[in-house]
């Protein structure tokens, strides 16, 4: 999204949770989000524990923080990030289990962990009450926008944002 960047960036992982959280994640790569990580291959932990899940992990539009990987368990998947953000878009798709487990794998490794719920669709069923729910336990901070526009945006600001060079004296 930025080209002039110079300063601190952070590594953001996003965590899609659902397919509507998947086709989201999508468009902020047409919005040319770059610098940014994102998971392939979310399901619902395995019954032994989070540490048993198999995922992937390669940048959300051309330029990652870190080369592309797969057969991740959930530990080595937020290994290095920053922040990890959960994505959802559909409510009802939420997984409570998995979001507590990439949390505290996160956690656990000093990461930031956001929510950001885009257009948020089912607010209102018993599964959409009980994902946001989850959401609010496992994160530091729950955001909901609108839009893809507004929430691409939020994540560029999230790994430093905007900078423009600086300007000889």
Do not use: K
């Amino acid at each position: 999204m930025n080209s002039t960047r110079r300063s601190y960036e952070a590594n953001v992982l996003v965590v899609p949770l659902g397919a509507d959280a998947v086709r989201t994640q999508e468009a902020f790569a047409g919005r040319g989000l770059d610098g940014v990580m994102t998971v392939h291959g979310v399901t619902e932990p395995a019954p032994a524990g989070h540490a048993a899940a198999r995922l992937a992990c390669a940048p959300l539009h051309r330029d990652g923080w870190r080369p592309p990987a797969t057969g991740l368990g959930v530990d080595a998947l937020v290994d290095g990030a920053d922040m990890v953000v959960l994505l959802a878009a559909d409510l009802a798709e939420v997984s409570p289990a998995l979001c507590h487990a990439v949390a505290d794998a996160a956690r656990a490794r000093g990461a930031l962990i956001a929510a950001l719920i885009v257009g948020s669709e089912n607010w209102d069923t018993p599964r959409g009450n009980t994902a946001m729910a989850a959401l609010r336990e496992a994160t530091d901070m729950l955001v909901v926008v609108r839009g893809v526009a507004l929430a691409a945006s939020f994540l560029d600001v999230l790994r430093g944002g905007a900078r423009e060079p600086a300007a000889a004296p």
